[in-house]
């Protein structure tokens, strides 16, 4: 059983004779290879099998390497291949002819071939070169209910001379197209491009190729190409219909989504709370368009929201704007409640402290200057010492009880004030 086993598997591995390897075949290098041009920053490399090749039959593949400007390198079974890259440095790259047959792989030697990068002097392209994409409502029954505009901005190149003008051309799929809303800087040289109505879609993914050059009297300007991921500089419109109310202690804040051709799920949230009594920032990220947070009632906020296509939906792009500042709460009524407060302690601790302070008053009053009835007394007491002079024994009695009494007077009044 064993042995034929073996001999079915070695029979399905063997090759057919004639697809073979033959070791005294030699790979002959593909001819015409050439690099053309063929949209903004886009090449096409093509070549030829070499015609003298031999056997004819045999199953040729190519393997192709780019070196500049990034080094890339496949194999194709293909005589030609599109590439896009930034073209201001030239594209160079080679091809070789392979046989991938058999156990190890021949290959030709390589033919090479070249594009050169544009002329223009050095320091005079553009640098710093950033765009970013939004949707609009395109309205009036558009079939797309939506478009996405593009904004690019630059820096002119620092060798540029001064009459230097730029212009920018992008393109998406196979639409390329110059830029016809140019803002200028004060020399009236172009420095930011805006495209109201670009050619790329709503919910588009793939490549911007973004290609500006230029002119001048003087100096040629060399050009300057960048390559952006379309999700990635797709910049989302801020939320809409924010409002935000207080009941008690409970903040709640709602939105709208952002316009945008991606549906309600779509979306990531941040929401800036700032306490401006307090000057506290509070920082949520969240997925829902309500927000509750419970507050100090009494203070005033200020609130913001911006919004971001989640990973969920494509590769996240770039967070939108904030929206506006609304404003909810009030200091305003914090003061009255204050000035409510201490003015309930103040009566309080004036109840507490100075109603003593008051019956002592009164009843030094009473003790300094006694009821009408009294100095009734006293004279009824001096008689009665005059009396008890002449009376004797009783006299004294007396006399002790009104001096303690005068004592006792003085004392309270050094007390009291
Ligand atoms: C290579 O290019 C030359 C010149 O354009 C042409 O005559 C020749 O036929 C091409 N070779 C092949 C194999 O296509
Ligand atoms: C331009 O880009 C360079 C390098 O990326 C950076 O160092 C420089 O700060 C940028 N300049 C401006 C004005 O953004
Ligand atoms: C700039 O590039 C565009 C697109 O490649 C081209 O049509 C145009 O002639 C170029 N302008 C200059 C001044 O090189
Ligand atoms: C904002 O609110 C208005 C009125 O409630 C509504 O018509 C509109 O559709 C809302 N906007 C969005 C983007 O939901």
């Known amino acids: ?23 005294k075949l030699s790979l002959l290098p593909p001819v015409n290879f050439t690099i053309r041009v063929t949209g903004l920053a886009q090449v096409l490399l093509s070549w030829e099998p070499n015609p003298d090749q031999e056997p004819r039959d045999a199953h040729l593949e ?44 021949l290959a030709s030697s390589w033919v090479s071939a070249e594009l050169q990068a544009p002329p223009g002097s050095p320091g005079t392209s553009v640098s710093n070169l950033t765009c970013a994409t939004s949707t609009t409502m395109a309205g009036g029954g558009h079939r797309r209910p939506h ?57 588009g993914h793939g490549w911007l190729m973004v290609h500006v050059n230029g002119t001048s009297r003087t100096a040629a300007i060399r050009p300057f190409d960048q390559l952006f991921g379309v999700q990635a500089i797709a910049r989302a419109n801020p939320p809409t219909n924010v409002t935000a109310q207080i009941q008690g202690t409970r ?19 941040e929401v800036k709370i700032h306490n401006t009594k307090k000057n506290y920032l509070q920082m949520e990220k969240i997925t829902t368009n309500v927000f509750v947070s419970a507050i100090d009632h009494l203070s005033k906020y200020s609130i913001q929201v911006r919004a971001a296509v989640s ?15 609304i404003y909810v709460g009030s200091e305003a009524r914090k003061p009255l409640m204050e000035w409510l407060l201490i003015l309930l302690t103040v009566t309080a601790c004036f109840a507490v402290l100075i109603c003593p302070l008051l019956c002592r008053i009164c009843h030094l009053w ?52």
């Not at 197209?177 to 109505?197: L, S």
């Not at 007396?398 to 007390?415: A, K, M, P, Q």
Request: proline share 10%; aromatic share 10%; with cysteine.
């Open 311 to 325: 990973p969920a939906c494509r590769t996240a792009g770039l967070w939108s704007e904030w929206t506006p500042p």
């Open 251 to 269: 903040l709640s804040i709602r939105w709208d989504k952002p316009i945008s051709a991606f549906p309600q799920h779509c979306f990531d949230y």
């Open 366 to 417: 009473a003790r300094l200057f006694p009821p009408v009835p009294a100095p009734k007394s006293h004279i009824k007491d001096l008689l009665v010492t005059a009396h008890c002079e002449k009376a004797g024994s009783s006299a004294t009695e007396t006399e002790v009880i009104s001096f303690v009494e005068g004592l006792g007077c003085e004392v309270l009044e050094n007390s009291v004030f």
């Open 147 to 203: 478009r996405v505009s593009l904004h690019c901005t630059w820096l002119s190149g620092e060798e540029a001379p001064p009459d230097t003008q730029y212009f920018l051309y992008y393109r998406y799929g196979s639409w390329t197209e110059e830029c016809q809303e140019y803002r200028k800087d004060p020399t009236g040289r172009n420095t930011a491009c805006w495209v109201p109505r670009s050619s790329i879609s709503s919910k």
């Open 62 to 105: 190519y393997h192709v390497k780019i070196h500049a400007p990034q080094d890339d390198d496949f194999e194709t079974g293909s005589t030609e291949s599109t590439c896009v890259a930034p073209l201001h440095e030239g594209f160079s790259a080679s091809v070789r002819t392979i046989l991938q047959e058999g156990h190890a792989p």
């Open 1 to 23: 059983m064993v042995p034929v086993l073996l001999v079915l598997w070695g029979a399905t591995v063997i090759p057919p004779a004639d697809l073979l390897p033959d070791p």
